[in-house]
């Protein structure tokens, strides 16, 4: 039987904190505006910079720098040329104190495809090396695609972020439930502070930005980027019984690459379906397929994500504090349904 949401209980929904952006979507459009920098003085390859909103836990969101990254890379595109498919490997951490410099490299600019290469650094050390290619309109001679799975939930019956998150008063869980620029609603029950009660390789989330974009094919598609890095590697989590407070877990991604199949907006509703076939050597791979409401695929995602557990004596002081921390948040949870 597929997991369900539980009945809501009575009480009001969170309320919004002051301290919340009205909007959260426009930190996505500052984000992906990229400000044009002097050349690099060897090679004289363009160069952009972007901007990292404030972080709680200090470090570049690595969707925000795959997206910014394709963004630099389309601004030396003719427009008639659409991204297919980028490749990137994540090199270090991104601090979110300070800017980041995306240097775009032209590696072949042929009769119908074009390939940049872009290196994302800080300090001039490498943070992210992206490969991005982009095709001319072609006839579709083949089209084929996978169904979306049957009997899905609407968005519209599955609490957002803000439900689940908006009442635990921690920085993370904050920022989560207000200050990300999509609305994420996953259709079984989030593993934020939970792990799911049944072992399964599989996730599912609708997602949308909270208010419209602008008619620009370049943008919905660094948009997607970006919404893409955010729950890939759920389905390890859930396959082994791990939620995301676990203490003394390590993850962090270590590449991702998509293939973009047909167009799409970022500011309507998606339905991104996610699995797991592998987890091994403190990896875990996790592939995804988003889909549009009315069912057309519109891009294929894989990535690969460190994720260390504690082990032996730690090992066991974690079950302890993950123990201890879900019942005092569930206490939380309970006591501001009642007021």
Known sequence: MPQRHPAPRPGRAPARPA????????????????????AD???????????????????????????????AASRTISADRAVHSIHGYFIRPGDA???????????????????????????????????????????????????????????EELPSTADVLGRINHPIAQEW????????RHVTPAIYVDPAPEAENRNMVWMKTFTPL?????????????ASDYTLLEPVLRQHGV????????????????????????????LYVQHSPSAQGARGLGTGSVFTRDG??????????????????????????????????RTVLRRSWRR
């Open 177 to 184: 439930a207000w200050a990300r620029p999509f609305d994420i």
């Open 97 to 155: 104190l300070q800017p980041i410099t995306f240097t775009v490299e032209t590696l072949r600019d042929g009769r119908s495809f074009s390939v940049r290469r872009v290196l994302a650094t800080q300090n001039e050390k490498a943070i992210l090396a992206l490969t991005c290619s982009f095709q001319e309109p072609a006839e579709a001679a083949l089209d084929h695609q996978v169904a979306m799975p049957e009997g899905v939930p609407a968005p």
């Open 19 to 38: 301290s919340a952006p009205k909007d959260p979507t426009d930190m996505l459009r500052g984000i992906l505006e990229l400000n044009r920098a002097d």
């Open 41 to 71: 003085p060897l090679t004289g390859q363009p160069r952009f910079t972007g901007t990292t909103p404030r972080q709680a836990h200090g470090r570049v969101f690595g969707g925000q720098v795959l997206a910014q990254a394709l963004a």
């Open 296 to 329: 057309t695929l519109v891009a294929t995602v894989a990535q690969e994500g460190m994720i260390r557990m504690p082990e032996g004596a730690a090992a066991r002081r974690a079950r302890l504090q993950g123990a201890a921390q879900r019942f005092a948040l």
């Open 214 to 226: 602008a008619d620009d094919p370049a943008l919905h598609v660094a948009a997607l980027t970006y």
């Open 243 to 270: 939620a995301w407070i676990q203490p003394g877990m390590s993850v962090a991604s270590l590449d991702h690459a998509m293939w973009f199949h047909r167009p799409a907006r970022a500011d309507e509703w998606l």
